[in-house]
């Protein structure tokens, strides 16, 4: 349900709407940080585990 809350970029209104804000017509955005965020933070560890992975192949 959080999730589908967005707020308008130009007054603040937040909206169920997915595009634009109902009451001004700008656009809206997620007021939380996206999700991107928390993959970034786990990147560099994926990455990690990806290379022990193409290394356990290059073993073979
Ligand atoms: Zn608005």
Redesign the pocket.
Known sequence: MVNLLRR??????Y?LEKE???????P?RIPHPPKLSVNDRFRPYRRRLREMVANEKDHD
């Open positions: 308008c970029t130009k007054c603040g209104q909206t634009k804000c109902p009451k001004c017509g700008a809206v």
